[in-house]
């Protein structure tokens, strides 16, 4: 199997027809260990019981997906389900067993948690990037395993560029996926983890984050043209003392023009002498 034969869903690894099954149906729990590189690093203890409460009442439904690893098997897709039954103490539970590669089971696991779990935003866009980082997708691959748009991924994948500090409270819930991505907007640090602090605790909402950032926006627009027009001057100004003559720079929209004013033809021929030896 392939990356990228991976598809748009994971139920087919499910298939009993699939050649590279084995025959066995059921693992005793204490023969299954977690992947430690599973993406999902935090379960919550009620959803748990809650998936414990269903499979207790209905069964497990959906079996654990494993991969022989040493004398165990090491799980791929389905940690909650064996939580959850190690929360109910059940001896065995259902299980497919295939052989995957490292990447695959990487890839899957990542897939897995973006489609169906209840992740926050950071996770999500971690999961996204270590799918283009990792396993060599394209944001419009991302897109078509986890059944998105490329701009849902493209933004997502955006918040990962937010301080450290806002990243945390996108991650314990204070934040919203709204507010992380009007927060981008701003791009003085001191303002927006003010403005991130405000947001956690309920005293502004998403809109009001847009306009800190556009008025934020429009207050640098006077400073910005101010710089630039001290660099003009100063390029003209040592323009004029090292050719001896005026220099006048003219900026437009896409593009500017440097006028050098000459007196004769002698005097134009030794400036083009002195530009192109210098």
């Not at 190690?86 to 899957?108: C, F, K, N």
Request: glycine letters at 8%; proline letters at 3%.
């Amino acid at each position: 199997m392939t990356i990228g034969g991976l598809g748009s869903g994971l139920d087919f690894l499910y298939d009993e027809n699939t050649a590279d099954v084995q025959v066995k149906k059921t693992l005793r729990l204490s023969e299954l260990e977690p992947n430690r590189d599973q993406p999902r690093k935090q379960f919550s203890e009620e959803a748990i019981q809650t998936l414990a409460d269903s499979i207790q009442q209905y069964g497990m439904i959906q079996p654990i997906l494993v991969r022989p690893l040493g004398l165990n098997y090491q799980i791929v897709a389905g940690e909650r389900r064996w939580r959850a039954a190690r929360m109910l103490g059940l001896d065995e539970v259902p299980v497919v067993i295939r052989d995957l590669s490292d990447e695959e089971t990487m890839a899957i696991a990542l897939i897995e948690n973006l489609q169906r779990e209840n992740l926050n935003p950071m996770e999500e866009a971690g999961g996204y990037a270590q799918l283009m980082e990792k396993c060599g997708m394209t944001q419009e691959e991302v897109a078509k395993h986890v059944g998105k748009s490329r701009s849902a991924i493209a933004n997502s994948l955006r918040l990962l560029k937010l301080p450290e500090q806002v990243k945390a409270l996108v991650q314990d819930g204070s934040l919203s996926a709204g507010h992380a991505r009007a927060l981008l907007g701003i791009s003085d640090e001191k303002l927006l983890a003010e403005t991130a602090a405000k947001a956690a605790d309920g005293k502004l909402t998403v809109r009001a984050v847009e306009k800190i950032a556009s008025g934020e926006a429009k207050q640098a627009e006077p400073a910005l043209r101010h710089r630039e027009d001290s660099f003009y001057t100063e390029i003209e100004i040592s323009l004029e003392s090292r050719l001896g003559r005026r220099v006048s720079v003219t900026r437009g929209k896409n593009k500017g023009t440097l006028n050098l004013e000459f007196y004769d033809k002698d005097d134009l021929a030794a400036l083009a002498q002195r530009l192109t030896r210098e």
